[in-house]
Structure formats: C-alpha cells, structure tokens
C-alpha cells in the first residue's frame, strides 16, 4: 500500500521556521522525483520545491527562493522541506508529491504563519 505521510505542520509566528518531513512507504522511493506543493484557500495548489532522485537537481518557486530548502533521504524514504522567514502568504496546506511512471500525493499538512 502506497503512503505518503507528510509531518512537521503547525502554527508559526512570521519569521519563523518549520521543518516538513514526507515519509514514504510502498514504492520505490528512490526511484522517484519528489516535490512539495501547496494549496491556500480560495487558490489552485502550486508548486513549492521539487527534488531529482539522487537529490542531485532541486528547483524553486520565485516566491520561496532563498528561503525554504528542499533534501532527501533515500536510506529513510523521507523528503524534507526546510522553511524559514515564513511570511503569512506562506499560510497553506503543504502536499508531498511523487512522481515516476506514477504519482502519488500524501493527505497534506497545515502550515499557518500568523502572529
């Protein structure tokens, strides 16, 4: 059974920091590109960040540039989302995303960045 479990949500003051972990379970982790979409109220879901396999290409959406970090962990089956400076348009549900021959998506974590 194919589980993508997304952790490390919460309630953040602006310019804080948050760390999101994506557990993998029921494929071939490392086989497979992984990203982090999100999706605020009102708004279609974006793309946040996104990981090759070996970790070796990331890519960025403008609006977190320079702040938010992606990694992975092929031995744990886990990618990470490291976001730091948050603003309150950071405030969303965050998504896990893999995609190979296949895609998954994971149930979504709550990021809210208010003071």
């Known amino acids: 059974q194919v589980q993508l479990v997304e952790s490390g949500g919460g309630l953040v003051q602006p310019g804080g920091s948050l760390r999101l972990s994506c557990l993998a379970s029921?494929?071939?982790?490392?086989?497979?590109?992984m990203s982090w979409y999100r999706q605020a109220p009102g708004k279609q879901r974006e793309l946040v960040a996104e990981i090759t396999t070996a970790g070796g290409s990331t890519n960025y959406a403008d609006s977190v540039k320079g702040r938010f970090t992606i990694a992975r962990d092929n031995a744990k089956n886990t990618v990470y989302l490291q976001m730091n400076s948050l603003k309150p348009e950071d405030t969303a549900v965050y998504y896990c995303?893999?995609?190979?021959?296949?895609?998954?998506w994971g149930q979504g974590t709550q990021v809210t960045v208010s003071s």
């Open positions: 995303y893999a995609k190979s021959r296949r895609w998954y």
């Open positions: 029921g494929f071939t982790f490392s086989s497979y590109d």
